[in-house]
T-cell receptor
């Protein structure tokens, strides 16, 4: 089954404790992207990747890092999480630039 | 002014009604997407359009490139159609980002 998986689905952590949210897709897609969704603000792009080792900043990259060492994986790293990073995070992938996007189930992160 | 505007913001209707959600954009685009987000949070792609009209079951999406406008229609609406519907566009002159509308929250009452 074609899918994008994210882990963990729910995470409660404390300020400053490094964390990684994993994202994996099994469709051999080249394009992958991370979004955060906050009430009243809609979806905002954090980082995106056009292929292995090629990443670029989205609209709200501050406080986040990503890597794309393999085509299928695109982890999101919060080196020192802060409460303003409490949000719902989505990973997505697409075959090409204007193709259909497939979304992961979301990760609800709370930073205390 | 946002580059992608959706209307209405909220819509409540009775089961069986014909639903229209609108999306207007102000930039040149290479494609427009309609997506659905259920209360549980998951986001599903419904349509991707670059011209004309597409139909899938009770859902119809149209786009008018000259008018920079797209509509999503739901025929014979059902309570399970209750969700947030989001419009997003690929800018023609941009990299690989989507520009997102704010979403339309649809509630269908039985």
């Amino acid at each position: 089954e074609a899918q994008v998986t994210q882990n963990p689905r729910y995470l409660i952590t404390v300020t400053g404790k490094k964390l990684t949210v994993t994202c994996s897709q099994n469709m051999n897609h080249e394009y992958m992207s991370w979004y955060r969704q906050d009430p009243g603000l809609g979806l905002r792009q954090i980082y995106y990747s056009m292929n292995v080792e090629v990443t670029d900043k989205g609209d709200v990259p501050e406080g986040y890092k990503v890597s794309r060492k393999e085509k299928r994986n695109f982890p999101l790293i919060l080196e020192s999480p802060s409460p303003n990073q409490t949000s719902l995070y989505f990973c997505a992938s697409s075959r090409d630039r204007i193709g259909e996007w497939y979304f992961g189930p979301g990760t609800r992160l709370t930073v205390l | 002014k946002n580059e992608v505007e959706q209307s209405p913001q909220n819509l409540t209707a009775q089961e069986g009604e014909f639903i229209t959600i609108n999306c207007s954009y102000s930039v040149g685009i290479s494609a427009l997407h309609w997506l659905q987000q259920h209360p549980g949070g998951g986001i599903v792609s419904l349509f991707m359009l670059s011209s004309g009209k597409k139909k899938h079951g009770r859902l119809i999406a149209t786009i008018n490139i000259q008018e920079k406008h797209s509509s999503l229609h739901i025929t014979a609406s059902h309570p399970r159609d209750s969700a947030v519907y989001i419009c997003a566009v690929n800018r023609m002159d941009s990299n690989y980002q989507l520009i997102w509308g704010a979403g339309t929250k649809l509630i269908i009452k039985p």
